[in-house]
């Protein structure tokens, strides 16, 4: 395979989809109808710069997003703003950034950087599970120096086992999660091997837009420059689809079985 031939089987081979939702719905909408993806994030920002424009594309093709937030990252507060004011506005930043995308947000309410991974949060999160019934599960990956990202991916891990898990009971009925992937992150690189890309050209704008709604976005709060790490990364994903704009997923090893009729 030269390196032309990768970026082109790059762009097809997508699994939630590159395929413009036109030509998607006019081959079969029931066969191909895009579902439910839950963005779960350690965060409100990671979720949004990191998973947002998959929610993003995931509801122009008709499927729903709903982005869950552990904590409200609010221990990121500079100098001159309270925690608790810092909290109150990543929150606000998260619904109106949620609301311009067409997704739901939703909040559990772990302190920032004390998020604990036990039975009781992966409960909590395999509640949410139950509740919206997502597809697809977008996370951190586990490669991260940040013990709250670290303990996200864990939680997810163990709450997606106990939402599917019949014989558990809860005040809802289980649920299957049928795929898992792990978002981009400045964060969480090391060991991240990116395998599945979506073009996101047609909602980039929207996405950026919304990513500007959080007090952090433009390096306001700290020294990185959130914007131009997110935007520019898109970029050069994109260069690898044929497209302007895409994000790269790493999916679940335990999902990369492939069946083909050949070669
Ligand atoms: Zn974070």
Sequence with gaps: MNRRSFAQSAGSAVILSTIPASSLFAQDSNALKAGEVMAIAAHPGDGMFTMGAVLAKQIE????????????????????????????????ATENAAHLI???AVFLDYPDAEIPFNDESSLRVSD?????????VVTHWSGSWHKDHQNCHLIVRDAIFYAGLETLTRERPAHAVSKVFYAENWEDAANFLPNTYIDIDSVYEK????????????????FFRYN??????????????????AVALMSDINQRTQRLHSL
């Excluded at 131009?228 to 970029?235: G, Q, T």
Aim: aromatic fraction near 8%; hydrophobic fraction near 30%.
């Design 228 to 245: 131009d790490y997110y935007s520019s990364l898109s970029v050069m994903r994109g260069c690898l689809t044929g497209s302007r704009h």
């Design 102 to 104: 067409g997704a739901e």
């Design 61 to 92: 093709r008709g499927g729903a997003g709903v982005l869950l937030s552990l904590s409200l990252g609010e221990k990121g507060a500079p100098k001159n703003i309270s925690v608790q004011q810092y909290g109150a506005m990543q929150r606000t």
């Design 207 to 222: 996405w950026m837009q919304a990513c500007d709604f959080y007090p952090m976005w433009q390096g306001q709060t700290g």
């Design 128 to 136: 949410a599970l139950r509740k919206h019934r997502p597809e697809a």
